[in-house]
């Protein structure tokens, strides 16, 4: 764990922490703390915590000193504001054990605390707007192995060290799993907490995350300043019964949108890193959909291969195939002429077209299982 006058929500995460993992699968509990000055360090001896001044302030560096004394084979990292769900060691340590190329494994975590930020994140979930593979350092059961083979925490960019983290597993051939049905708590004191966070990151980012960086257009960075689908916001009114939340809601994107849509010296766009576990997913059930298109002269049918082309090489198709249905909001991503159902001259092609859906699509995929 990392801490840094952490106090307020200490109290809240050790003992959610003591109820998810038994004692007996603990070998070592450690904290590095940033230079507190409130009762962060009292309050972590008082739950039995090992505490190491950090040599330098900054959750990378943190971590990376509390992995010099990890001696396990597996260790968990939390942040100091995780509310952890009682069930998340016994989910995670099966998911990271089940196969020697998981890396990660680790549940969602969803605001709590303020009734402001609980509200955008419970309607955010319950509409799957919240991709069940979104990954972070802070309830992450690590294979110790995996992290130190890649480096360990990066410090290339503080505000990113999950992100690059990440993508260093995956050029090793580890997967990143996300058990997107186990919540945990990331509390927030209040709605200004949240902004000033928000405020420091951007400060701190020497990189912005997109699925496609270079799609810098004026409508989209339009709309991202006027928050976005204002549908999104009428329902999470609606189901919180809080007016303040479009309020809040507005403020909080209006300072994201302003910062995207402004150049900044020093800082630059990188691509999510693809999660290739989920890609052959996504590819094998695509495949596994194929039909094969009746020639002419075999009977009328709606998905006869008169006038229907492949949609990569545009030669006359045999087979067509589905984009599954359970990985919500990949529709809207679809590229012009390729529907639900698309059209191929084979497998191969149909594997490239599948790609580059995903790819396209993939900060907005929703597999319905982990």
């Known amino acids: 764990m990392w801490t840094y006058n952490s106090a307020n929500s200490l109290e ?20 590095v703390d940033g230079g507190s000055s409130d009762q ?25 000193e509390a992995l010099t004394m990890v001696d396990t084979p597996f260790f968990a990292a939390f942040e100091h504001d995780i509310i952890l769900n009682p069930k998340w060691f016994d989910r995670t340590s099966r998911i990271v054990e089940s196969d020697d190329r998981t890396g990660a494994a680790q549940g969602l975590r969803l605001y709590v605390g303020s009734k402001t930020m609980r509200a955008f994140e419970a309607w955010m979930y319950r509409a799957k707007r919240i991709p069940a593979w979104s990954f972070s350092i802070d309830n992450t059961l690590f294979r110790t192995e995996a992290v130190k083979r890649a480096g360990g925490f990066p410090i290339e960019d503080p505000a990113s060290a999950d992100t690059i983290l990440r993508k260093n597993l995956f050029g090793l051939g580890y997967r990143w799993i996300t058990d997107s049905a186990l919540l ?7 709605f200004l907490e949240q902004f000033k966070h928000q405020v420091k990151l951007f400060e701190l980012a020497r990189y912005y995350w997109s699925s496609s960086p270079q799609d810098r257009s004026v409508p989209r960075r339009f709309i991202s300043l006027l928050g976005g689908n204002p549908t999104h916001v009428l329902g999470m009114a609606l189901q919180s019964s809080m007016l303040r939340v479009p309020i809040a809601w507005y403020i909080l994107r209006l300072q994201r949108g302003l910062y995207l849509a402004f150049p900044h010296e020093n800082k630059a766009a990188r691509r999510v890193p693809m999660d290739l576990w989920y890609l052959t997913y996504f590819l094998k059930t695509v495949l596994s959909s194929r039909l094969t298109l009746p020639t002419a002269g075999e009977g009328i049918d709606n998905l006869a291969s008169t006038g229907k082309n492949c949609a990569w090489c545009g030669q006359s198709a045999g087979f067509s195939y589905s984009v599954p249905r359970d990985w919500g909001n990949i529709l809207p991503k679809l590229h012009p002429g390729v529907g639900r159902r698309f059209f191929a001259c084979s497998d191969s092609h149909a594997e490239r077209i599948a790609e580059k859906i995903f790819k396209d699509a993939f900060e907005y995929v929703t597999p319905s299982h982990s």
């Open 40 to 64: 962060s360090r009292t309050i972590l001896d008082r739950f039995g915590w090992t505490v190491k001044e950090a040599q330098r302030k900054g959750i990378p560096y943190q971590a990376n």
């Open 12 to 31: 809240k995460s050790l003992p959610s922490i003591e109820k998810a993992i038994d004692r007996e699968n603990v070998c070592h509990k450690i904290a």
């Open 184 to 190: 945990s708590g990331h509390y927030r004191k209040d």
